[in-house]
């Protein structure tokens, strides 16, 4: 069966955008690095082959004028995926971004849509330091108007791509460069994985762990930790961030009773925080213990491969929150 077949993470977005591309002509590919696979991670493979230059499109250095240029196509009845190799300098293109196609539906009173996907590439670790690692998910998430969507696996990598890709106003794909390389079942055929729905990785009655992207995976590696201890700890793999998935996350930590909030981004003012929020204000009463975060320091990336070590966070460090909210 398909449904069985494995398949890299980076090779599964490469797949969902070339069916989708072949399923839709309206489909088209923008930014930079995308005429050289390897700059995008193996995710553009074969597609300047299969599709010509007029829809796999690379394009100048310029994040401001690519990303206008596709909200444009968008709002003129295309389907573009502009894709920012580094998602640090999306911070260029946050005009056409957040004031316009976030906007757009809204002014035209559900009349026009936009229809576009702005793809960011998280490039954390490798000594990259703070103008090259930067996750900035909780800042679209902040703004109304933009899904968000983060996957963990080549499962989710390609039917969260599909599903932003038909989705009819504009998502935000956020994945990790250091994802790229995992393998998991990908099914062959075109299929979308619902935006706004997270799922269990790990079922478990002591604590809940609510994890996003990339620790997603520490947090199943805390679990196993956890579990030689007696320790059955739940994880929730959120998938998209806005919209989030309240019941989910709601109905786990009334079932343990305990919290811990595991982020790919910095501390404060983040997701982590808006998920300590929405229990602390709609299950609180369930709660046992405070509720603990393992996410960045407030304070960038450092360039040394030592320090990463101990700004990244690991599944050591869940397992430690998790053995907090335990004792308290």
């Given at each position: 069966?398909?449904?069985?077949?494995?398949?890299?993470?980076?090779?599964?977005?490469?797949?969902?955008?070339?069916?989708?591309?072949?399923?839709?002509?309206?489909?088209?590919?923008?930014?930079?690095?995308?005429?050289?696979?390897w700059?995008?991670?193996?995710?553009?493979?074969?597609?300047?082959?299969?599709?010509g230059?007029?829809?796999?499109?690379?394009?100048?250095?310029?994040?401001?004028?690519?990303?206008?240029?596709?909200?444009?196509?968008?709002?003129?009845?295309?389907?573009?995926?502009?894709?920012?190799?580094?998602?640090?300098?999306?911070?260029?293109?946050?005009?056409?971004?957040?004031?316009?196609?976030?906007?757009?539906?809204?002014?035209?009173?559900?009349?026009?849509?936009?229809?576009?996907?702005?793809?960011?590439?998280?490039?954390?670790?490798?000594?990259?330091?703070?103008?090259?690692?930067?996750?900035?998910?909780?800042?679209?998430?902040?703004?109304?108007?933009?899904?968000?969507?983060?996957?963990?696996?080549?499962?989710?990598?390609?039917?969260?791509?599909v599903?932003?890709?038909?989705?009819?106003?504009?998502?935000?794909?956020?994945?990790?460069?250091?994802?790229?390389?995992?393998?998991?079942?990908?099914p062959e055929?075109?299929?979308?994985?619902?935006?706004?729905?997270?799922?269990?990785?790990?079922?478990?009655?002591?604590?809940?762990?609510?994890?996003?992207?990339?620790?997603?995976?520490?947090?199943?590696?805390?679990?196993?930790?956890?579990?030689?201890?007696?320790?059955?700890?739940?994880?929730?793999?959120?998938?998209?961030?806005?919209?989030?998935?309240?019941?989910?996350?709601?109905?786990?930590?009334?079932?343990?009773?305990?919290?811990?909030?595991?982020?790919?981004?910095?501390?404060?003012?983040?997701?982590?925080?808006e998920?300590?929020?929405?229990?602390?204000?709609?299950?609180?009463?369930?709660?046992?213990?405070?509720?603990?975060?393992?996410?960045?320091?407030?304070?960038?990336?450092?360039?040394?491969?030592?320090?990463?070590e101990v700004?990244?966070?690991?599944?050591?460090?869940?397992?430690?929150?998790?053995?907090?909210?335990?004792?308290d």
């Amino acid at each position: 069966m398909s449904s069985h077949r494995k398949l890299q993470y980076s090779l599964a977005i490469n797949e969902a955008l070339r069916q989708m591309m072949e399923a839709d002509r309206s489909v088209i590919l923008i930014g930079q690095g995308v005429k050289s696979p390897w700059y995008v991670g193996n995710t553009a493979q074969d597609l300047l082959a299969l599709f010509g230059d007029k829809r796999i499109i690379d394009t100048p250095v310029s994040e401001n004028a690519v990303t206008g240029a596709a909200v444009g196509a968008a709002i003129a009845g295309m389907k573009p995926v502009v894709v920012h190799p580094r998602m640090d300098f999306m911070f260029f293109a946050l005009d056409p971004i957040m004031n316009e196609a976030a906007n757009w539906y809204y002014m035209n009173g559900g009349r026009a849509s936009v229809p576009v996907v702005f793809w960011g590439i998280i490039n954390r670790r490798g000594e990259q330091a703070a103008q090259h690692s930067q996750a900035l998910h909780g800042i679209f998430a902040h703004v109304p108007g933009l899904k968000v969507v983060m996957p963990a696996t080549a499962y989710d990598a390609k039917g969260l791509m599909v599903a932003a890709i038909q989705d009819p106003n504009p998502v935000v794909f956020v994945d990790e460069r250091l994802l790229y390389s995992i393998e998991g079942p990908v099914p062959e055929e075109i299929y979308c994985v619902e935006i706004g729905k997270g799922c269990v990785r790990r079922v478990g009655n002591d604590v809940t762990i609510v994890a996003i992207s990339l620790m997603v995976h520490e947090a199943m590696k805390a679990a196993e930790i956890l579990e030689t201890g007696g320790v059955a700890a739940e994880v929730i793999d959120l998938r998209t961030i806005k919209p989030i998935d309240k019941a989910l996350i709601l109905a786990s930590v009334r079932k343990t009773g305990r919290l811990v909030v595991t982020d790919v981004g910095w501390r404060s003012f983040g997701v982590s925080a808006e998920i300590a929020a929405l229990v602390a204000g709609e299950a609180f009463n369930a709660l046992k213990a405070p509720i603990y975060r393992v996410a960045l320091p407030d304070c960038p990336a450092p360039a040394s491969s030592v320090l990463e070590e101990v700004y990244y966070p690991s599944a050591e460090d869940i397992v430690e929150a998790v053995n907090r909210v335990l004792k308290d």
